[in-house]
T-cell receptor, first 110, second 116 residues
């Protein structure tokens, strides 16, 4: 079966760094995706890892360890607009169907 | 706007009625996905198309659900004899993928279904 775990909620301070962890157990692994979702809006793509290591994109970085079934999303220089849910998703098989975790609701405080 | 569009944005219906939703993907995208999301949860995969072929369906997709993508462009998702448990946000996503290139899925704004 598929199992993706991430913390339900996190709180951080504006300007700080926060790391959101994700662990997964899945078959047919085809990559690890992170999406951001503001309340009432559609998920928007943040990052994609298919090989082990760190991918950096501006203030956002994502890390993957396939042997450990582990990923994290790192957000630097937090801004108030970063308050949102962050969804970890595994792409499965050739069709790349996404299996999502429950999402981590991040609250950024002044 | 060249993003993924969905219609209607909101649908309220009575239990037992049929509903149909439409998704227009980004024009050059060959893959189209349907997901369902309930409050406080991540999206759950329902089905996907590569061009006009429906290649996979989730076990979540009961016989009351049917999806089509007749010309490999827009798609429709129909729910027959709706139940209160069908109340959710229905999200459509599209991507362009081939054997050598994996691209992210772009999501539409969703159709929020409320079954009374």
């Amino acid at each position: 079966g598929q199992n993706i775990d991430q913390p339900t909620e996190m709180t951080a301070t504006e300007g700080a760094i926060v790391q959101i962890n994700c662990t997964y157990q899945t078959s047919g692994f085809n990559g690890l995706f992170w999406y951001q979702q503001h309340a009432g809006e559609a998920p928007t793509f943040l990052s994609y890892n298919v090989l082990d290591g760190l991918e950096e994109k501006g203030r956002f970085s994502s890390f993957l360890s396939r042997s450990k079934g582990y990923s994290y999303l790192l957000l630097k220089e937090l801004q108030m607009k970063d308050s949102a849910s962050y969804l970890c998703a595994v792409g499965r098989r050739a069709g790349n169907m996404l299996t999502f975790g429950g999402g981590t609701r991040l609250m950024v405080k002044p | 706007d060249t993003g993924v569009s969905q219609n209607p944005r909101h649908k309220i219906t009575k239990r037992g009625q049929n509903v149909t939703f439409r998704c227009d993907p980004i024009s050059e995208h060959n893959r189209l996905y349907w997901y369902r999301q309930t409050l406080g949860q991540g999206p759950e995969f329902l089905t996907y198309f590569q061009n006009e072929a429906q290649l996979e369906k989730s076990r979540l997709l009961s016989d009351r659900f049917s999806a089509e993508r007749p010309k490999g462009s827009f798609s429709t998702l129909e729910i027959q004899r709706t139940e209160q448990g069908d109340s959710a946000m229905y999200l459509c996503a599209s991507s362009f993928s081939d054997r050598s290139y994996m691209n992210e899925q772009f999501f539409g704004p969703g159709t929020r279904l409320t079954v009374l």
